[in-house]
C-alpha cells in the first residue's frame, strides 16, 4: 500500500483531502505543520523504515514552511517525490521555484478538488513504476568496459548499464574526483570518494550518533587495531548494525552526485568479493543517478555535453525509458519536445529562456545521452512515424502540471536562440576544440562509448559548408510567398551562402587581429539583424532552418573568439590546417602512437616495417618535421639510392640543426653520408649528435667506425691524407 506524508494545517481540507486518499487505498501520514512532517521522516530514517512514496506539502505551513521542510528532505536525502499546494503562494515565480529549485513533481493552486491531488499521485507514482518495468524487462547483459575515458564513458553512462543490466563489481573513478561504487546484481551497496565531508563518519556525527571526539578516536582504532571501519563501530558497540547500514545507504547518493560529471578515467572490475568485507545497504542506482544529476552544475557538464554541440537527436531505444523521470532527474523535461531529428544540441541549449533553465537542459541533454535514449548525428534525421509519435506523446504527459497550475510552454519544433542582449554572455552553438571528446557521427549513432576509446571526427572544424542548407530552403520556392516574406528569404539565404567555407573571423567580418571589442560589436550587429526577432510575424518556408543555422554560425564564431583561451585554440588549429597538419586529435593520437612503434622498429634495423607506419604518420600531420626525417631516412634505407644520398644528408643535418632537442635526426645524417662513403662529413655529424647527447650510444660506436676507417685510409695513403681531409 502507498504511503502519502500530506502536511497542511487546514484542519478540514487536511481531513478531506486525507479521506480521499485512504478511500483509493493509500496509507495518508497527516500532519499539521512543517517541524511535524520532518520530525516524522527524521524518525523514519533512525528506524531503517521505508520513506513515503509521495510527499505532499503545503507552501504556507507553521513552524517551517513548504519550501523551507523540501529543503530539510534533500539535506535528508530523501528522494521521496513532492508535491505542492497553495491557496496564498501560487503566482507563477513560486510555481517556478517549486519546479526549478526543489524538483516539485506538481503543483495544485487551491481550491482544487480531491480527486484532482488523487490524479496527480497516481500520475507520479505511475511515472516511477515505468521504469523500473521496462528495466525489468529488458537489458541484455553486455560486458562492461574495464577501462577507459570519462569523456568518452562516463560516470552515468556505466552506472545506468550496471544498473539495468545486474552487474555486480567496483567502478574506480581517477582523476580530481576519485571515488569508488560497489555494485551488487545491479545496486549499490557502497560508495567512498576523496571529498573530506562525504564519508559514513561525517554521516554518523551529522545524524548524532557519534561526536567528532569519538570519531577521531575511532579512526585512531582503526589504526591500532588494522581494521575497518565497519569492524571497530561493531566492536566497541558503539552503535547498532541498522544504524551503521543506514548511514552507508545514505551516503551513496552523496558520493554518486560528487562524480556523476567527473572527467578523467575510469576502471571496472567485474567481482562480488566486496561482499565479504563491505556491509551491505543495498540501494537503488538509478535513484542515486537521480539525485547526482539534479546536484550536477553547468561548469561540471561542459566538458560531455558542449564537445556534442553539432549534433542532432532524435528518440532511440530508450526513449520512453527515460524520459519517464527526466523532469524528476533535471528539474526540467522542456528539451525533450524540442527534439525532433534536426535541431543541434547548441541549439536546444541556446533556446533556454534564462541560465537555470539552460542548466537543466544540459542535464537533460547529459542523461539522454549517456542513456541510449536517443541517435545522434551530424546530419539531420528522418524520423519516422513511430519516433514522431514518441515525441508528441512526451509533449502531451502531464509531468507538468496541467495548464490551471504550470501551463507548459509549447516550444518549436527547432528551437532558435534567444535574443542576445547588450552585457549578457550569450550561450552559444559551441564546436569542440582539440582538448575535447568529440561527438560519434552517423545517422543513429550514440553519443557516448562503451569502450572508452575516443570517439572520431573533426576536432575544430574550420570552415562552414551551408551549400546542402541553402539547398534545402531553396526547395520550398514555388510556395506562395509574399513580397516581404520573399525579401525576408532572399536575405537570409543570400547571408548564409556567402558565409559558405568561411571561417570564423570571416563570418563576424572582423581581421584575424580584431580585439574584444571589435568582435562583440560586430556580434551584436548581426545578432540583431538575423536574430529570429527581426522576421516575426513572416512565414519563412524551409528558409527558417537557414536561420537557425546561420545564427548558430554567428554565436558559434562569437563563442569561439571572445574567449582567449578557445580564440587561442582555434587561431593554433588554423595555423595547423594552412601547415598541412591535421586537427583530427583521434588521428593525431593514433600517429603519435605509430610513430612511437616506428622508432623502436628504427632502432632495430627493421626499416620495412617502420616505413609502413611512418608513412601514415607523415599523412596526417606533414608539417612534423620529425616524423618526415624518420620517414625520409627509413625510406632511403630500403633502396640507398646514391642519388638521393647526397641531398638527404644535406636535409637530415639541416633540420638536425633546427631541432637540437632530436639529436637522433643528426645522428641519421651521419649514417647516411657514412654508407654513402663521406667519411669527414659523417665524423662531424655523429660529433655534433654526442654534443647534443653525449650518452648517445649509436652515435658513439658510430665515430669510432668512421674513425678507424679514416685512419685506415691515411695508412693506405702514406699518412699523407691527414693533410688534406678533416
Given at each position: 500500500?502507498?504511503?502519502?506524508?500530506?502536511?497542511?494545517?487546514?484542519?478540514?481540507?487536511?481531513?478531506?483531502?486525507?479521506?480521499?486518499?485512504?478511500?483509493?487505498?493509500?496509507?495518508?501520514?497527516?500532519?499539521?505543520?512543517?517541524?511535524?512532517?520532518?520530525?516524522?521522516?527524521?524518525?523514519?530514517?533512525?528506524?531503517?523504515?521505508?520513506?513515503?512514496?509521495?510527499?505532499?506539502?503545503?507552501?504556507?505551513?507553521?513552524?517551517?514552511?513548504?519550501?523551507?521542510?523540501?529543503?530539510?528532505?534533500?539535506?535528508?536525502?530523501?528522494?521521496?517525490?513532492?508535491?505542492f499546494?497553495?491557496?496564498?503562494?501560487?503566482?507563477?515565480?513560486?510555481?517556478?521555484?517549486?519546479?526549478?529549485?526543489?524538483?516539485?513533481?506538481?503543483?495544485?493552486?487551491?481550491?482544487?478538488?480531491?480527486?484532482?491531488?488523487?490524479?496527480?499521485?497516481?500520475?507520479?507514482?505511475?511515472?516511477?513504476?515505468?521504469?523500473?518495468a521496462?528495466?525489468?524487462?529488458?537489458?541484455?547483459?553486455?560486458?562492461?568496459?574495464?577501462q577507459?575515458?570519462?569523456?568518452?564513458?562516463?560516470?552515468?553512462?556505466?552506472?545506468?548499464?550496471?544498473?539495468?543490466?545486474?552487474?555486480?563489481?567496483?567502478?574506480?573513478?581517477?582523476?580530481?574526483?576519485?571515488?569508488?561504487?560497489?555494485?551488487?546484481?545491479?545496486?549499490?551497496?557502497?560508495?567512498?570518494?576523496?571529498?573530506?565531508?562525504?564519508?559514513?563518519?561525517?554521516?554518523?556525527?551529522?545524524?548524532?550518533?557519534?561526536?567528532?571526539?569519538?570519531?577521531?578516536?575511532?579512526?585512531?582504532?582503526?589504526?591500532?587495531?588494522?581494521?575497518?571501519?565497519?569492524?571497530?563501530?561493531?566492536?566497541?558497540?558503539?552503535?547498532?548494525?541498522?544504524?551503521?547500514?543506514?548511514?552507508?545507504?545514505?551516503?551513496?547518493?552523496r558520493?554518486?552526485?560528487?562524480?556523476?560529471?567527473?572527467?578523467?578515467?575510469?576502471?571496472?572490475?567485474?567481482t562480488?568479493?566486496?561482499?565479504?568485507?563491505?556491509?551491505?545497504?543495498?540501494?537503488?542506482?538509478?535513484?542515486?543517478?537521480?539525485?547526482?544529476?539534479?546536484?550536477?552544475?553547468?561548469?561540471?557538464?561542459?566538458?560531455?555535453?558542449?564537445?556534442?554541440?553539432?549534433?542532432?537527436?532524435?528518440?532511440?531505444?530508450?526513449?520512453?525509458?527515460?524520459?519517464?523521470?527526466?523532469?524528476?532527474?533535471?528539474?526540467?523535461?522542456?528539451?525533450?519536445?524540442?527534439?525532433?531529428?534536426?535541431?543541434?544540441?547548441?541549439?536546444?541549449?541556446?533556446?533556454?529562456?534564462?541560465?537555470?533553465?539552460?542548466?537543466?537542459?544540459?542535464?537533460?541533454?547529459?542523461?539522454?545521452?549517456?542513456?541510449?535514449?536517443?541517435?545522434?548525428?551530424?546530419?539531420?534525421?528522418?524520423?519516422?512515424?513511430?519516433?514522431?509519435?514518441?515525441?508528441?506523446?512526451?509533449?502531451?504527459?502531464?509531468?507538468?502540471?496541467?495548464?490551471?497550475?504550470?501551463?507548459?510552454?509549447?516550444?518549436?519544433?527547432?528551437?532558435?536562440?534567444?535574443?542576445?542582449?547588450?552585457?549578457?554572455?550569450?550561450?552559444?552553438a559551441?564546436?569542440?576544440?582539440?582538448?575535447?571528446?568529440?561527438?560519434?557521427?552517423?545517422?543513429?549513432?550514440?553519443?557516448?562509448?562503451?569502450?572508452?576509446?575516443?570517439?572520431?571526427?573533426?576536432?575544430?572544424?574550420?570552415?562552414?559548408?551551408?551549400?546542402?542548407?541553402v539547398?534545402?530552403?531553396?526547395?520550398?520556392?514555388?510556395?506562395?510567398f509574399?513580397?516581404?516574406?520573399?525579401?525576408?528569404?532572399?536575405k537570409?539565404?543570400?547571408?548564409?551562402?556567402?558565409?559558405?567555407?568561411?571561417?570564423?573571423?570571416?563570418?563576424?567580418?572582423?581581421?584575424a587581429?580584431?580585439?574584444?571589442?571589435?568582435?562583440?560589436?560586430?556580434?551584436?550587429?548581426?545578432?540583431?539583424?538575423?536574430?529570429?526577432?527581426?522576421?516575426?510575424?513572416?512565414?519563412?518556408?524551409?528558409?527558417?532552418?537557414?536561420?537557425?543555422?546561420?545564427?548558430?554560425?554567428?554565436?558559434?564564431?562569437?563563442?569561439?573568439?571572445?574567449?582567449?583561451?578557445?580564440?587561442?585554440?582555434?587561431?593554433?588549429?588554423?595555423?595547423?590546417?594552412?601547415?598541412?597538419?591535421s586537427?583530427?586529435?583521434?588521428?593525431?593520437?593514433?600517429?603519435?602512437?605509430?610513430?612511437a612503434?616506428?622508432?623502436?622498429?628504427?632502432?632495430?634495423?627493421?626499416?620495412?616495417?617502420?616505413?609502413?607506419?611512418?608513412?601514415?604518420?607523415?599523412?596526417?600531420?606533414?608539417?612534423?618535421?620529425?616524423?618526415?626525417?624518420?620517414?625520409?631516412?627509413?625510406?632511403?634505407?630500403g633502396?640507398?639510392?646514391?642519388?638521393?644520398?647526397?641531398?638527404?644528408?644535406?636535409?637530415?643535418?639541416?633540420?638536425?640543426?633546427?631541432m637540437?632537442?632530436?639529436?637522433?635526426?643528426?645522428?641519421?645524417?651521419?649514417?647516411?653520408?657514412?654508407?654513402?662513403?663521406?667519411?669527414?662529413?659523417?665524423?662531424?655529424?655523429?660529433?655534433?649528435?654526442?654534443?647534443?647527447n653525449?650518452?648517445?650510444?649509436g652515435?658513439?660506436?658510430?665515430?669510432?667506425?668512421?674513425?678507424k676507417a679514416?685512419?685506415?685510409?691515411?695508412?693506405?695513403?702514406?699518412?699523407?691524407?691527414?693533410f688534406?681531409?678533416?
Open positions: 500500500m502507498p504511503s502519502i506524508l500530506l502536511a497542511d494545517d487546514d484542519t478540514n481540507l487536511r481531513g478531506t483531502l486525507a479521506a480521499a486518499l485512504t478511500q483509493e487505498g493509500f496509507d495518508v501520514l497527516p500532519f499539521a505543520n512543517g517541524a511535524e512532517a520532518l520530525d516524522h521522516i527524521d524518525a523514519v530514517k533512525q528506524s531503517g523504515a521505508a520513506m513515503p512514496d509521495v510527499i505532499v506539502l503545503d507552501l504556507l505551513l507553521p513552524k517551517k514552511q513548504g519550501f523551507d521542510v523540501a529543503i530539510g528532505l534533500r539535506a535528508r536525502q530523501v528522494q521521496s517525490p513532492v508535491v499546494i497553495s491557496g496564498v503562494f501560487k503566482s507563477k515565480e513560486h510555481q517556478d521555484e517549486a519546479f526549478n529549485q526543489h524538483n516539485a513533481q506538481a503543483f495544485l493552486a487551491k481550491p482544487f478538488g480531491p480527486d484532482k491531488l488523487v490524479a496527480e499521485i497516481e500520475r507520479i507514482l505511475s511515472a516511477q513504476a515505468a521504469p523500473a521496462a528495466t525489468a524487462a529488458a537489458a541484455e547483459k553486455r560486458p562492461m568496459p574495464g577507459g575515458g570519462l569523456l568518452e564513458s562516463p560516470v552515468i553512462h556505466l552506472l545506468w548499464r550496471a544498473a539495468r543490466e545486474s552487474h555486480t563489481g567496483i567502478l574506480d573513478v581517477f582523476g580530481p574526483r576519485r571515488g569508488r561504487v560497489f555494485v551488487f546484481r545491479g545496486r549499490a551497496t557502497m560508495a567512498q570518494c576523496n571529498a573530506p565531508n562525504i564519508n559514513v563518519g561525517v554521516e554518523l556525527i551529522r545524524r548524532g550518533i557519534l561526536t567528532s571526539e569519538m570519531y577521531q578516536k575511532l579512526i585512531d582504532l582503526c589504526v591500532e587495531r588494522g581494521r575497518g571501519l565497519y569492524d571497530v563501530l561493531r566492536t566497541e558497540d558503539w552503535i547498532t548494525k541498522d544504524q551503521i547500514k543506514n548511514a552507508y545507504r545514505a551516503v551513496i547518493p558520493v554518486v552526485s560528487y562524480l556523476i560529471a567527473a572527467s578523467g578515467s575510469f576502471r571496472w572490475t567485474d562480488d568479493e566486496f561482499n565479504k568485507v563491505v556491509p551491505g545497504a543495498p540501494t537503488s542506482l538509478l535513484d542515486a543517478v537521480k539525485v547526482g544529476l539534479r546536484t550536477a552544475t553547468d561548469t561540471e557538464l561542459e566538458p560531455h555535453v558542449m564537445p556534442r554541440g553539432p549534433l542532432r537527436l532524435a528518440p532511440g531505444k530508450n526513449w520512453a525509458e527515460v524520459t519517464a523521470f527526466i523532469e524528476a532527474a533535471c528539474g526540467s523535461d522542456s528539451m525533450v519536445r524540442a527534439i525532433n531529428g534536426r535541431a543541434t544540441v547548441a541549439q536546444m541549449l541556446s533556446a533556454a529562456r534564462d541560465g537555470g533553465e539552460r542548466v537543466a537542459r544540459m542535464r537533460q541533454a547529459y542523461l539522454l545521452m549517456s542513456t541510449e535514449a536517443v541517435m545522434a548525428s551530424t546530419e539531420a534525421i528522418t524520423m519516422d512515424a513511430n519516433q514522431t509519435a514518441q515525441v508528441a506523446s512526451q509533449a502531451a504527459r502531464p509531468a507538468q502540471p496541467p495548464a490551471a497550475q504550470r501551463p507548459a510552454a509549447q516550444e518549436p519544433a527547432a528551437p532558435r536562440p534567444a535574443p542576445p542582449q547588450e552585457g549578457s554572455r550569450p550561450q552559444p559551441s564546436r569542440p576544440t582539440s582538448h575535447q571528446a568529440q561527438p560519434t557521427a552517423g545517422p543513429g549513432g550514440h553519443v557516448f562509448s562503451d569502450e572508452g576509446a575516443p570517439v572520431g571526427g573533426p576536432t575544430m572544424p574550420r570552415r562552414s559548408s551551408t551549400r546542402a542548407v539547398q534545402e530552403a531553396r526547395s520550398d520556392e514555388g510556395q506562395a509574399s513580397p516581404e516574406e520573399q525579401a525576408a528569404r532572399q537570409i539565404l543570400d547571408k548564409l551562402a556567402a558565409l559558405d567555407d568561411k571561417d570564423h573571423y570571416e563570418v563576424l567580418g572582423v581581421p587581429t580584431a580585439d574584444g571589442a571589435q568582435i562583440k560589436k560586430a556580434y551584436f550587429n548581426l545578432a540583431r539583424e538575423y536574430h529570429t526577432d527581426s522576421f516575426a510575424g513572416l512565414h519563412l518556408g524551409n528558409a527558417a532552418g537557414a536561420l537557425d543555422t546561420l545564427f548558430a554560425l554567428i554565436q558559434d564564431a562569437h563563442s569561439t573568439l571572445s574567449n582567449d583561451g578557445k580564440r587561442a585554440e582555434y587561431d593554433a588549429a588554423r595555423k595547423m590546417e594552412e601547415d598541412g597538419m586537427t583530427d586529435i583521434a588521428a593525431i593520437l593514433e600517429a603519435e602512437n605509430d610513430f612503434k616506428a622508432k623502436t622498429l628504427v632502432a632495430r634495423g627493421e626499416m620495412a616495417g617502420a616505413v609502413r607506419l611512418l608513412a601514415t604518420c607523415v599523412e596526417v600531420n606533414p608539417g612534423n618535421n620529425e616524423w618526415k626525417a624518420y620517414h625520409d631516412y627509413a625510406n632511403w634505407w633502396r640507398r639510392d646514391p642519388r638521393e644520398g647526397k641531398r638527404l644528408v644535406n636535409e637530415l643535418g639541416r633540420i638536425g640543426a633546427q637540437a632537442g632530436v639529436p637522433d635526426i643528426t645522428y641519421f645524417a651521419g649514417r647516411v653520408a657514412m654508407e654513402m662513403g663521406d667519411m669527414s662529413a659523417a665524423r662531424n655529424f655523429f660529433r655534433r649528435t654526442l654534443k647534443l653525449d650518452r648517445h650510444g652515435a658513439t660506436s658510430a665515430l669510432r667506425r668512421v674513425n679514416i685512419e685506415d685510409s691515411q695508412k693506405k695513403s702514406g699518412g699523407l691524407g691527414r688534406f681531409k678533416g
